[in-house]
């Protein structure tokens, strides 16, 4: 059984740093990771993605300002968040492709207050 496990989250103010990360267990090997928010009221979106390989994308909101990574022997990835705006606010979750299959985290709550 593949479980994906955030952790990470908390309160911070604008400005500041956190550090997510998402850890995969089970016999899956994630080829596609990525990091996705929802804020209150709005629709899930994408942060960033990263594949096995190593290649990137970020949403333009976040360029700059964050950073993902990953740790293939780890089966983890790390989402790097610098100079937080209260807009970043959201659960953030962790998403993992393995084949066909992909899989959720139940999410970390990020707040940024002013």
């Known amino acids: 059984q593949v479980q994906v496990v955030e952790s990470g989250g908390g309160l911070v103010q604008a400005g500041g740093s956190l550090r997510l990360s998402c850890a995969v267990s089970?016999?899956?090997?994630?080829?596609?990771m990525g990091w996705f928010r929802q804020a209150p009221g709005k629709q899930r979106e994408l942060v960033a993605v990263?594949?096995?390989?190593?290649?990137?994308n970020y949403a333009e909101s976040v360029k700059g300002r964050f950073t993902i990574s990953r740790d293939n022997a780890k089966k983890t990835a790390y989402l790097q968040m610098n100079s937080l705006k209260p807009e970043d606010t959201a659960v953030y979750y962790c998403?993992?492709?393995?084949?066909?299959?992909?899989?959720w985290g139940q999410g970390t709550q990020v707040t940024v207050s002013l």
């Open positions: 089970g016999r899956a090997f994630s080829t596609v």
């Open positions: 990263i594949t096995r390989a190593g290649s990137i």
């Open positions: 998403n993992a492709v393995a084949g066909p299959d992909e899989y």
